[in-house]
């Protein structure tokens, strides 16, 4: 078990679901944790309620696109916990749609929920993270992202994940000698996903798979996994409906 007492760790998206999750999880080892939201405020509260039953949190609202509001968010960071050493990207908006319907608005959403968010909350970080020649940040792909992957109803969120893996890997090249390990997780289908294709086991990813896969990359002794995407899928691939 990871001991990431005096941690600080980032969530985007901690409201509910996934991020929630994995910011409880990180509270459990030790980490105080900086719970991200943009409308949940409600639920984002009941996060902070159980981070506080383990380590200590403090709650962020933010709209991840806007690059002052996520400048905002690091400095208030800062000011009320210090740096972060740890930084989750979960958020990100889905869609599932055929691309003849798809309208302009909902287009850019995917792609800067999950692109810009991920750019610009990494920007933000690293700096800090090299100072102190140590930092872990996780962010999320999909499965396939990583390869020319053409899907019917969700290629917007497609080419912006394959944009997220794409960063990763140039992010971890760029920054590795300064002791900071930068990979990505992709999920496959979760039991909270909006599209339930038949999976190989006949099951879908819980949340404590994804945070399983969160903790080893966490590790000290996995800091030569750099660059990496980690798909937790169980097997499952794109395209075997």
């Known amino acids: 078990m990871n001991n990431l007492k005096n941690k600080i760790a980032l969530v985007t998206g901690s409201a509910k ?18 719970i991200h939201y943009q409308s949940s405020e409600k639920e984002a509260r009941q996060t902070l309620n159980e981070i506080n039953k383990y ?8 709209d991840l696109t806007n690059e002052n509001e996520v400048i905002n968010l690091f400095q208030t960071a800062k000011k009320e916990l210090g740096t972060a050493d740890i930084l989750v990207n979960t958020i990100g908006n889905f869609i599932f749609e ?37 930092g872990r940040i996780i962010n999320f792909g999909c499965v396939g992202a990583d390869n020319l992957t053409v899907r019917e109803k969700t290629t917007p969120y497609y080419i ?9 890997k140039v992010l971890a ?9 930068i990979n990505s997780i992709s999920p496959g289908i979760l039991q ?3 599209a339930k294709p038949t999976t190989p086991t006949g099951k879908f990813a819980k949340f404590s798979d994804i945070t399983n896969a969160i903790n080893f990359l966490l590790k ?7 660059g990496a995407n980690l798909e937790v899928a169980g097997g499952w691939r794109t395209g075997y409906y």
């Not at 090249?173 to 390990?181: D, H, Q, R």
Request: glycine share 6%; charged share 20%; proline share 2%.
């Open 17 to 34: 679901n996934l991020g929630r999750a994995i910011a409880i999880d990180l509270a459990k080892k030790g980490a105080k944790v900086v």
């Open 173 to 181: 090249y760029e920054y590795a000698k300064y002791g900071i390990t």
């Open 160 to 168: 912006a994940k394959s944009g997220v893996i794409m960063l990763t």
């Open 220 to 226: 000290d002794d996995s800091n030569y996994v750099n």
């Open 192 to 194: 909270t996903s909006i």
């Open 55 to 62: 380590s200590g949190g403090l709650l962020v609202k933010a």
């Open 98 to 134: 055929p691309i003849t319907s798809t309208s302009f608005t909902k287009f850019k959403d995917v792609i800067e929920s999950n692109l810009y968010s991920t750019f610009l909350c990494c920007k933000e970080v690293l700096p800090h993270m090299q100072k102190k020649k140590w």
